[in-house]
């Protein structure tokens, strides 16, 4: 599966439920996007939406967990490569970069952003449609 989709939406995702109008919130990216990915999700038996609730299935599950060893396998080569220290610092500074950039995301007054609700997250790994590659979708 692909890494934009883990990081994005099966990420977000549990055996319990999650509404799947809460996704593109608790994600970051466009409900287009949630819907490519879904579709991807159930079509491999990820994932199942019963009653607009999406769900892991057990075999999704065991898709998180790879997803989320994959991404410590890639830290660990990283540390390996460069020295944990400066993969701590990396990560430090890259946190506080994407929090001044989430904070200073400001739309023009006139424009149609301006009308449209702020996210509440950024995506962890970029999802670009025929679209475009902003979360929205423009």
């Keep these: 599966m692909s890494l934009a989709i883990c990081a994005n939406v099966l990420r977000i995702l549990d055996e319990?439920?999650?509404r799947v109008r809460d996704v593109p919130l608790l994600s970051g990216v466009s409900k287009e996007s949630i819907a490519v990915a879904m579709g991807i999700l159930r079509k491999k038996g990820v994932a199942v939406v019963e009653k607009n609730v999406a769900r892991l299935t057990p075999k999704g599950r065991?898709?998180?967990d790879a997803y989320r060893q994959r991404i410590g396998i890639i830290e660990a080569r990283w540390?390996?490569?460069?020295g944990e220290d400066t993969i701590r610092?990396?990560?430090d500074l890259l946190g506080?970069?994407?929090g001044?950039?989430?904070r200073g995301?400001?739309?023009y007054p006139d424009g149609w952003r301006a009308s449209v609700r702020r996210p509440?997250?950024?995506?962890?790994?970029p999802m670009v449609l025929h679209r475009g590659g902003f979360p929205d979708g423009s």
Excluded: I, M
């Design 105 to 107: 995301l400001e739309p």
């Design 62 to 64: 065991e898709a998180q």
């Design 79 to 82: 540390q390996a490569s460069s």
């Design 16 to 18: 319990k439920g999650v």
């Design 89 to 91: 610092t990396l990560r």
């Design 100 to 102: 001044e950039l989430f």
């Design 96 to 98: 506080r970069l994407a």
């Design 120 to 125: 509440n997250t950024l995506p962890h790994y």
